[in-house]
């Protein structure tokens, strides 16, 4: 059980508000019946993150006091890993109709000083016991060794791997997440890692989580999906969305227009339908042309709205699993990432939004 009987990893384990509610264990109705695909684990440890990055509800720092910590705006209850294992292993016929549509597990690590070895033997309990593929949201800063990390926990019964760079560039990563807000994370060893990921897990098994809205240039975003590509990753998007108690608490997310472009720029370059030559920039750094028209390049894909759609880890039936209902925003009439397949309104909304300032 953790340490002096303290609900810690790796024996407890904290869910998202969707997960716990299709485990059955928090009540709950999900908006538009978005059901989480994937399961989503938070590691978790009585003295909390090490780290200190100025958007997070973790943040060593926030200025919430500890009993009104959020995670991505919601909290992230604490169960024992044994339980949640038990209502996984339940047969079909047995399980509630959410836990069924589950089609991954992930596991994220904070910044702490236990959460590597902890992190692998949560990895191998639910490897050996459920039949889900397993990813793990690796935090690069307290892996000594992350190559033979990254081998321990695919030997354990990780598929994928996923690195939150967030930030665009080195000079927000610093101002976010590094030196300039007394935060132990370095831009450098979070590529290091994703590069080291790849030689093990190999080429598109490895993600890079980027958070549009943090300051950066349009232009900067692209250059950073280039760049997780050429590695051999997949980029997929978060929209900034403000954590109460957070030092960027009262920073407004980015425009739905920045937001749109920016998605239609990572789904053409994780999907190599153009390169980052083909795209068009103002002074501003704004996209204002990707070369040819969007129908030109998406052609049905656009009326489908799949560009527009969360991004993540799959299912063994390859179909995204990671959607995270509402990761980004509140439910409501227009959303951001959209964790099912937009209907003909919501396309047309989505249309008129792209070249929106």
């Given at each position: 059980m953790g340490d002096s009987g303290r609900l810690e990893s790796p024996d407890f384990v904290q869910t998202s508000l969707a997960g716990a509610m299709a485990l059955g264990l928090e009540p709950g109705s999900f908006y538009r019946n978005a059901y989480p695909g994937s399961l989503n684990l938070l590691m978790t440890y009585q003295d909390g993150c090490r780290a200190n990055c100025s958007y997070c509800g973790l943040a060593r720092e926030r200025c919430s006091a500890p009993a009104e910590n959020t995670f991505i705006?919601?909290?992230?209850?604490?169960?024992?890993?044994?339980?949640?294992?038990?209502?996984?292993?339940?047969?079909?016929?047995?399980?509630?109709?959410?836990?069924?549509?589950?089609?991954?597990?992930c596991i994220s690590m904070i910044t702490h000083p236990r959460a590597a070895d902890d992190?692998?033997?949560?990895?191998?309990q639910l490897?050996?016991?459920?039949?889900?593929?397993i990813s793990v949201l690796a935090s690069p800063t307290v892996l000594?060794?992350?190559?033979?990390?990254?081998?321990?926990?695919?030997?354990?019964?990780?598929?994928?791997?996923?690195?939150?760079?967030?930030?665009a560039t080195p000079e927000l990563f610093s101002a976010m997440r590094g030196v300039a807000v007394g935060g132990p994370h370095r831009w450098a060893r979070y590529w290091e890692s994703i590069e080291q990921a790849v030689t093990v897990f190999g080429c598109e098994q490895v993600s890079v989580h980027l958070i549009v809205g943090l300051g950066e240039t349009e232009q900067a975003m692209v250059q950073a999906i280039a760049r997780a590509n050429q590695y051999g990753a997949q980029a997929h998007l978060f929209s900034f969305c403000p954590e109460p108690g957070s030092k960027l608490g009262s920073q407004e997310p980015p425009s739905y227009g920045q937001y749109r472009r920016i998605q239609l720029a990572a789904y053409f370059l994780n999907k190599k339908q153009i390169t980052i030559d083909d795209f068009e920039f103002n002074s501003q750094g704004k996209i204002v042309g990707y070369g040819r028209s969007l129908d030109a390049i998406l052609g049905d894909n656009l009326a489908a709205g799949e560009p527009f759609m969360t991004s993540g880890c799959p299912n063994r039936e390859g179909c995204v699993a990671c959607n995270r209902p509402y990761g980004n925003e509140r439910p409501g009439p227009i959303l951001r990432n959209y964790p099912f397949r937009p209907e003909a309104g919501d396309i047309l909304t989505i249309k008129g939004q792209v070249w929106d300032e």
């Amino acid at each position: 059980m953790g340490d002096s009987g303290r609900l810690e990893s790796p024996d407890f384990v904290q869910t998202s508000l969707a997960g716990a509610m299709a485990l059955g264990l928090e009540p709950g109705s999900f908006y538009r019946n978005a059901y989480p695909g994937s399961l989503n684990l938070l590691m978790t440890y009585q003295d909390g993150c090490r780290a200190n990055c100025s958007y997070c509800g973790l943040a060593r720092e926030r200025c919430s006091a500890p009993a009104e910590n959020t995670f991505i705006r919601v909290k992230w209850p604490v169960y024992k890993l044994a339980a949640i294992i038990d209502i996984l292993r339940r047969p079909p016929q047995a399980a509630a109709s959410k836990v069924q549509k589950l089609g991954r597990i992930c596991i994220s690590m904070i910044t702490h000083p236990r959460a590597a070895d902890d992190c692998i033997n949560i990895v191998r309990q639910l490897g050996k016991e459920t039949q889900l593929p397993i990813s793990v949201l690796a935090s690069p800063t307290v892996l000594a060794d992350a190559v033979s990390f990254f081998k321990d926990i695919k030997v354990a019964g990780a598929d994928r791997v996923g690195i939150a760079v967030d930030a665009a560039t080195p000079e927000l990563f610093s101002a976010m997440r590094g030196v300039a807000v007394g935060g132990p994370h370095r831009w450098a060893r979070y590529w290091e890692s994703i590069e080291q990921a790849v030689t093990v897990f190999g080429c598109e098994q490895v993600s890079v989580h980027l958070i549009v809205g943090l300051g950066e240039t349009e232009q900067a975003m692209v250059q950073a999906i280039a760049r997780a590509n050429q590695y051999g990753a997949q980029a997929h998007l978060f929209s900034f969305c403000p954590e109460p108690g957070s030092k960027l608490g009262s920073q407004e997310p980015p425009s739905y227009g920045q937001y749109r472009r920016i998605q239609l720029a990572a789904y053409f370059l994780n999907k190599k339908q153009i390169t980052i030559d083909d795209f068009e920039f103002n002074s501003q750094g704004k996209i204002v042309g990707y070369g040819r028209s969007l129908d030109a390049i998406l052609g049905d894909n656009l009326a489908a709205g799949e560009p527009f759609m969360t991004s993540g880890c799959p299912n063994r039936e390859g179909c995204v699993a990671c959607n995270r209902p509402y990761g980004n925003e509140r439910p409501g009439p227009i959303l951001r990432n959209y964790p099912f397949r937009p209907e003909a309104g919501d396309i047309l909304t989505i249309k008129g939004q792209v070249w929106d300032e």
